[in-house]
Nanobody, 123 residues
């Protein structure tokens, strides 16, 4: 499975961005998709996750109410709509695919990773 994330960029605080993650290859083996981010000097952290085939969605408390994860199964694409962005949202955002039955917030549960896309929020 190959994942390609794109859509990052520079945005002012309070603005919005939509990230996309396109999956290709043996996507039938993917049961869940997650978004993670890593800010400079910090560890990678969970942002959001969505089940490929069910209604499950998870969000980190820091983004709940501001970010929304969605999917388009026909396009094998997952989106992360980010609104009310804050400077502390600045990070490289990664999409990841999990073949675990249950959706997870733990990065260990994700087998496939995209290359990351940089989001910079200016104050």
């Amino acid at each position: 499975v190959q994942l390609q994330a794109f859509g990052g960029g520079l945005v002012q605080a309070g603005g919005s961005l939509r990230l996309s993650c396109a999956a290709s290859g043996r996507t039938v083996s993917v049961d869940g998709m997650g978004w993670f981010r890593q800010a400079p000097g910090k560890e990678r952290e969970f942002v959001a996750a969505i089940s490929w085939r069910g209604p499950s969605q998870y969000y980190a408390d820091s983004v709940k109410g501001r970010f929304a994860v969605s999917r388009d199964n026909a396009k094998n694409t997952v989106y992360l709509q980010m609104s009310s962005l804050k400077p502390e949202d600045t990070a490289v955002y990664y999409c990841a695919g999990s073949n675990r039955i249950y959706l997870t917030r733990d990065s260990v549960g994700y087998r496939y990773w995209g290359q990351g896309t940089l989001v910079t929020v200016s104050s």
